[in-house]
């Protein structure tokens, strides 16, 4: 996590919508946990509330991926822009109509800015 950023962690992110911010925010830095026996894609979308998001049907913005049982971090150089808000699931697949959970709840944390 850089100076500035604004934490937002989730230690159980499942196929359920979660909101992490509502309004503009910038999506700066990630670390995910995958403690799955199957690579979990966490799908993130521009959207006001959890209950905007559809996963399998609503398209995701941004898919950051992490492969079985499997640590992944980075950070943007320069950071991904939500104006709505930032509302993420974890799931199974890419980007397709899937909607599978992971058998193992990811761990996100995100590096936040405005």
Known sequence: MARGETPFLN???????????TGK???????????????????????????????????PDYVLG???????QGEFGKPLQFTKGLVIGAVTTAADSGHVAPNVAAVVNFGLTE
Request: negative net charge; aromatic residues 12%; charged residues 15%.
């Open 11 to 21: 230690a159980a992110l499942t196929d359920t919508p979660v909101l992490v911010k």
């Open 25 to 59: 925010v910038s999506l700066s830095s990630y670390f995910i946990y995958n403690g799955s026996n199957a690579a979990v894609f966490i799908r993130c979308f521009d959207a006001a509330a959890a209950a905007d998001v559809t996963l399998g049907t609503t398209t």
């Open 66 to 72: 992490a492969k079985t049982v499997e640590f992944v």
